[in-house]
């Protein structure tokens, strides 16, 4: 499908983290690193969405100093407000590396109408013993917080480092309402997190790693909330069956329920590169769905072929089920770089590291649209805004690409799947009648 797309180019910003703030409202973080000597400047930049995304107008900045490193992973507050927009990001700091406690790594930042935008809470995530690997390092630091998620409430908050240190903070406070977790390095390296009402998943290079974030002896109650999209689901008391608030501290056992493991078929050297839940799903996606990439080596006669796929994974009641594929598609012959899922839970999308980028219906995985050279370095990040008619894609060669998406988008896949299958159909039937009617006819 052709759709109308444009791309704006950021004088000397690198972007590494994206994050809608509304419809027509996005922050981008980037910069040009700690420390850095090319003179780029480390910031989080708020801008509008004008002329159906022709046009970037700027609001304001959020600008770092110079011993700050780059946003590396950015995250709207659910409880955000037109007049306060909050961010939480994550962003390395300090001017000793080896004071560990001086990388106040995770930070609460409030973009507001009556005051300069500024940092009111911060929150360090990694530890003292993988935060500062080497004395020979001359710049800070080597481990950054590569990810951060927010619990569809906004009470809750996980972020995860490429330390593999996992963390849970209650939000606004960014306080630790949970003993960290740090994956061993024998299970890979994490790449994402993904929360939703009932679990927690850190998705490593080896392995999705299932957590139950609720005590057990809470039975969370579905409630109907009637959302214009799709009737999402809340879970409904039970953070409060087991005592919990968001100014709560050292309440939650995450408790590990299960590993999956990447699809043997996906080949040696195959890794999970992203998983994400949806807010909410259409009603053929059950709800606790799980939308996964994997970059695969996929066996070619003697060699290996480089191949990217999208999976979905379903965590119902019967958690041996977990582990079978739901939905597989094949989306090219390079590696995925980044990926979103849509606040309704009905479109994918993907930046590969050909600079590629596209969108899929979430229920067939079938690609409706892409776009093959959207930057000239792959895309770091992509974003759905909440309404899901328009698609951001973010690079490191100073450019974003915002891409309209039109009404009814969603199930276009599927219809065009659809459509195929008809139009085989008809052939077939077309190419029988043919022979039927030129086929010579034998006496008796």
């Known amino acids: 499908m052709r759709v109308k797309h444009h791309v704006h180019q950021l004088d000397k910003f690198p972007v590494y983290s994206a994050a809608w703030a509304a419809d027509d409202v996005i ?84 973009f507001s109408e009556k005051n300069a935008a500024q940092a009111t809470a911060t929150r360090n995530t990694i530890a003292a013993k993988d935060a500062y690997q080497s004395s020979k390092l001359r710049h800070w630091p080597p481990i950054p917080q590569r990810v951060v998620a927010f619990s569809p409430d906004g009470s809750f908050l996980a972020t995860g ?35 939703n009402d009932t679990y927690i998943v850190a998705a490593t290079t ?41 100014t709560t501290s050292q309440q939650l056992d995450l408790k590990e329920l ?20 949806a807010i909410s799903y259409p009603k053929n996606i059950p709800i606790n769905t799980l939308f996964a990439i994997v970059n695969a080596k996929v066996p070619s006669g003697r060699k290996f072929a480089r191949k990217s796929f999208a999976l979905r994974y379903v965590l119902g009641d019967d ?7 739901a939905a597989k598609r094949a989306l090219g012959d390079n590696n995925i770089s980044s990926f979103d899922v849509s606040t309704s839970g009905a479109l994918l999308a993907y930046g590969r ?35 899901a008619n328009m698609l951001l894609s973010a690079s490191a060669d100073d450019t974003c690409r915002l891409v309209a998406l039109p009404e009814g988008f969603a199930g276009q896949g599927s219809l065009s799947t659809i459509i195929l299958i008809i139009i ?16 010579p006819q034998l006496e008796g």
């Open 319 to 325: 958690s041996a089920q977990w582990g079978r594929e």
């Open 353 to 387: 590291s050909d600079c590629a980028i596209g969108v899929l219906d979430a229920t067939s995985l079938a690609p409706i649209l892409e776009i093959l050279h959207a930057h000239d370095f792959p895309a770091t990040v992509v974003k759905f805004n909440p309404a």
């Open 27 to 110: 922050a981008l973080g980037g910069g040009g690193g700690a420390n850095s000597r090319t003179g780029i400047k480390n910031k989080v930049r708020l801008v509008k969405v004008a002329e159906a995304g022709q046009k970037l107008d700027p609001i304001d900045t959020f600008e770092l100093p110079l011993s700050d490193d780059t946003p590396m992973s950015l995250a709207l507050a659910p409880s955000s407000t037109e007049s306060s927009r909050e961010f939480v990001a994550g962003i390395n700091s300090t001017s000793d590396p080896t004071d560990t406690t001086a990388n106040q790594n995770c930070r609460r930042i409030v």
């Open 206 to 246: 080896r392995f999705l790693i299932i957590y139950s974030w609720m005590p057990q002896s809470s039975s969370p109650v579905a409630e109907d909330t009637g959302t214009k999209s799709k009737k999402s689901l809340k879970r409904k008391g039970s953070r409060a069956a087991a005592g919990l608030s968001s």
């Open 161 to 195: 480092s490429t330390s593999n240190e996992l963390a849970v903070l209650s939000y606004p406070s960014l306080q630790p309402v949970a003993p960290p977790i740090t994956i061993p390095e024998a299970e890979g390296e994490m790449f994402d997190v993904s929360i």
């Open 258 to 277: 299960q590993k999956i493991s990447v699809p043997s078929w996906a080949g040696l050297g195959a890794t999970f590169r992203a998983a994400r839940f």
């Open 424 to 439: 085989t159909i008809l052939v077939v039937l077309v190419a029988i009648a043919g022979r039927l009617m030129f086929t």
